[in-house]
């Protein structure tokens, strides 16, 4: 049996293991012994649920891992292109973070120059966005007591593994600056 990374699709062994019953080293086994090679990501998917009542969430990770093992698919590569995403725990409140996010002229202070399009935003919740080159941008706040929150900006549709690689950097480098510009107001 080849060598497996230690996580496949962002997932460990473990963990898959403790929602399937198997590590990623049987799911591979099983799958390639089963002619999964050959097969579409959906078939895979329906395979693991109807065969082996691998749960729908999980039999999409499972299907991802398996494509990563056997070199269909790369790191942070999806079927419509490339995603990613980082978090940032910052200090404060879930509704600071939300506006500075929707506000346009807050959002200029620490994001300047960045034309972006808010399609849909939930109050202290999500903001879906429609990036300047027509990539999705979809962000996640998350409450982590009164006066801190967890923000999730998830950056989809991208082209290339280079460009998801690049918005992985950016997006770090634009939470801090988020937070630094969030943990000075007063």
Not at 93 to 119: H, M, N, S
Request: glycine residues 6%; aromatic residues 10%.
């Amino acid at each position: 049996m080849k060598r497996l990374p230690a996580k496949l699709n962002g997932i460990g062994s473990a963990a898959v293991k403790k929602a399937t019953g198997r590590t990623w080293i049987e799911w591979v086994g099983l799958l390639d012994k089963a002619g999964a090679k050959s097969w579409p990501h959906a078939e895979i998917a329906l395979w693991l649920h109807k065969k082996h009542k691998v749960a729908d969430w999980w039999c999409q990770m499972v299907t991802a891992g398996y494509e990563q093992a056997s070199g269909r698919r790369v790191k942070h590569q999806k079927p419509d292109g490339f995603e990613i995403s980082v978090s940032k725990t910052i200090a404060a409140p879930v509704a600071q973070a939300f506006e500075a996010w929707k506000d346009a002229a807050l959002r200029e202070q620490w994001l300047p120059g960045t034309p972006l399009t808010v399609r849909k935003a939930t109050p202290h919740k999500s903001i879906r966005i429609t990036w300047s080159d027509d990539t999705n941008l979809s962000v996640n706040f998350w409450p982590k007591g009164p006066i801190k929150c967890q923000v999730v900006p998830q950056h989809g549709k991208l082209t290339t593994a280079a460009l998801a690689e690049k918005m992985k950097t950016y997006w770090s480098d634009k939470l801090e600056a988020l937070r630094l510009f969030l943990e000075k107001k007063p």
